[in-house]
Each structure stands twice: as structure tokens, then as C-alpha cells.
């Protein structure tokens, strides 16, 4: 998946400032862009999937500690319901990529 930052995003009030957030966001973002052509339990899977790739790699990048599925599922769990919700959710796991 390609996470080419768009003049949209750089444009966005929600997209986190610095990395790794910025990088998790911005490949949430890219995802949830083709929602409109999945049923729900397919557009979260592939979000979900998504944000899992961009957190793997963040994480090498940044040599923080990669997230699990799991670890992305709950913080995707975390961030429901927030009116930065994307925010909210690539926050959630840079803050545990750097949790030891």
C-alpha cells in the first residue's frame, strides 16, 4: 500500500505533528478512503491491516518496539467513539510502540 501524503492530508487539523503517529495516520487515512466500497467488517480488517503495516514499519524506522494485532486492534478500541478518532487511534499505538 502506498502512504503518499496528499495535499488533503497535509491539510488535515486531525493528522498528529510527529512520528510515528504521523506515518500510522496517515496510512489509516489512505485505508479509510475506500470504505464506501467495503461492507463494514471488510473496511476494518483492512484498516486494522493497514495500520498494522505502517506501525511495522514505523517501528524499524524509529526502533520502537512493533505492535501486535492485537496491540492495534485495542487501541482502534481506544479511539471509538473520539471526534479525532484516526488521531486518536495512531497516538494510542506510537505511545505503546514506545512503552517497554
Given at each position: 500500500m502506498s502512504t503518499e501524503v496528499g495535499l488533503d492530508?497535509?491539510?488535515d487539523f486531525f493528522r498528529p505533528a510527529?512520528?510515528?503517529a504521523q506515518s500510522i495516520y496517515d496510512?489509516?487515512?489512505l485505508a479509510s478512503s475506500?470504505?464506501?466500497k467495503k461492507?463494514?467488517?471488510d473496511w476494518l480488517h483492512y484498516e486494522r491491516v493497514a495500520v498494522?503495516?505502517?506501525s511495522t514499519k514505523a517501528a524499524v524506522t524509529h526502533r520502537l518496539r512493533?505492535?501486535?494485532l492485537t496491540d492495534v486492534e485495542n487501541a482502534e478500541q481506544i479511539a471509538r467513539g473520539h471526534c479525532d478518532y484516526g488521531a486518536k487511534w495512531a497516538r494510542t499505538i506510537a505511545n505503546m510502540m514506545r512503552a517497554t
Amino acid at each position: 500500500m502506498s502512504t503518499e501524503v496528499g495535499l488533503d492530508m497535509l491539510n488535515d487539523f486531525f493528522r498528529p505533528a510527529m512520528e510515528p503517529a504521523q506515518s500510522i495516520y496517515d496510512a489509516f487515512v489512505l485505508a479509510s478512503s475506500t470504505r464506501h466500497k467495503k461492507d463494514m467488517k471488510d473496511w476494518l480488517h483492512y484498516e486494522r491491516v493497514a495500520v498494522l503495516q505502517a506501525s511495522t514499519k514505523a517501528a524499524v524506522t524509529h526502533r520502537l518496539r512493533a505492535p501486535t494485532l492485537t496491540d492495534v486492534e485495542n487501541a482502534e478500541q481506544i479511539a471509538r467513539g473520539h471526534c479525532d478518532y484516526g488521531a486518536k487511534w495512531a497516538r494510542t499505538i506510537a505511545n505503546m510502540m514506545r512503552a517497554t
